[in-house]
């Protein structure tokens, strides 16, 4: 019986992990890869994100923004590129994994389109910021919402397409979003209560939803629309509504009612992708889950080698409990970088790092692959 005891905890031990990792089996051992779908260019829409070298291309400000400085992008560039991260971001993972290069950002006109084309930009809204001003919100990064970078979009469609866009965009992916986040990030820190914010959400929604529906009108077949993060997870967020009440944090010390926020949001999303669907029976639509894949993440952080004291917590940052202050930001000279990012899952309190985004993006990579049915 002391022979059993003795065996029986390092099993249950190793049991519990695996059980842990493969609590979305397909994420390390898939039949699902990219490469089975096909696709020959990918054309991202978004935020920052997705951004990849828009922003800080953008005068008179863009230069000078945090992304365009070092620590960002010292951990795979060396170099800060206008990622806001300090290496890759998920979509470098997804176009890798489809076997194509790296999308270049749009606004770099020496940049080689041939694979497709990255329309995001760091700080970026779904509404158009007069909209937004309506509303008493500013959108103070960049004016390229959404309808802008459509307009960039249908620009360099026009210079590429002859007659029929239709046949060449046939075999391409296009990742509309995420995007929306922005236009709530603005309004809850602007001093808009929770109420006022969810009621944007139906308008933020219909403007996704008509943008996909342009994209589809230009010929596009498979889509990607992401839905939002567990906003309640964040290092921004902790710091901005920390709070004594621990009735107001769940089980990970997330704020509850700010997760609930976006998972309203993800379902009015998954909504208008449903009625995408039924409008456009020809076309592939998949929603891409950000909020179960990161969920997934910060749950197992310890199986996946991140530190789990530090899952709450900026790389790159300074300050209170999650060391995190709007008014020092990373990028700043006198606000240090962590030794070692890859044991973080945030980068500067707002945006993950290298690691952290290479994983989500293998659970969303195998989602994706799944939703489009492409099987070895």
Not at 101 to 116: M, R, T, V
Request: aromatic fraction near 12%.
């Amino acid at each position: 019986m002391a022979l059993t005891r003795r065996f029986f905890l390092p099993l249950l031990l190793i049991i519990t992990t695996l059980s842990l990792l493969q609590a979305r089996p397909s994420t390390f051992h898939s039949r699902h890869t990219l490469k089975y779908c096909k696709f020959d260019k990918i054309y991202q829409l978004g935020d920052s994100i997705s951004d990849t070298g828009n922003l800080i291309r953008e005068n008179p400000f863009g230069p000078a923004t945090p992304c365009a400085q070092l620590p960002y992008g010292e951990t795979f560039f060396k170099n800060a590129t206008g990622r806001c991260s300090d290496g890759l971001l998920m979509i470098d993972y997804i176009a890798t994994a489809a076997g194509l290069p790296f999308l270049n950002a749009y606004k770099n006109n020496a940049s080689d389109f041939s694979y497709g084309a990255n329309f995001a930009v760091v700080g970026s809204t779904a509404q158009p910021i007069h909209v937004l001003a309506e509303k008493n919100i500013s959108s103070p990064v960049t004016p390229s919402s959404l309808n802008i970078q459509l307009e960039w979009m249908f620009t360099h469609f026009d210079s590429i397409c002859d007659t029929d866009c239709a046949k060449k965009f046939k075999h391409s992916l296009f990742m509309v979003g995420e995007i929306g986040g922005n236009d709530y990030n603005y309004a809850l820190f602007q001093g808009k209560s929770i109420e006022e914010v969810e009621a944007m959400v139906p308008d933020v929604v219909q403007t996704i939803k008509d943008a996909a529906q342009k994209v589809i009108q230009k010929g596009a077949v498979r889509l990607v629309i992401p839905g939002n993060f567990p906003i309640g997870c964040q290092p921004i967020y902790l710091t901005g509504f920390e709070t004594n009440n621990s009735e107001a944090y769940d089980r990970y010390y997330c704020l509850k009612r700010l997760n609930s926020f976006s998972k309203y949001h993800n379902r009015h999303l998954q909504q208008a992708i449903r009625e995408l669907r039924q409008e456009n029976p020809n076309v592939a639509i998949a929603y891409g889950d950000y909020y179960h894949a990161f969920h997934w993440l910060f749950r197992n952080v310890q199986h996946l080698g991140f530190d789990t004291e530090s899952r709450q917590k900026a790389c790159c940052g300074t300050g209170g409990n999650y060391n995190f202050n709007v008014v020092r930001m990373c990028g700043d000279p006198q606000v240090p970088a962590c030794a070692n990012p890859d044991r973080y899952l945030s980068w500067d309190g707002i945006h993950l790092t290298h690691k952290a985004y290479k994983m989500m993006a293998k659970y969303l990579i195998s989602d994706i692959s799944r939703q489009f049915r492409c099987f070895v």
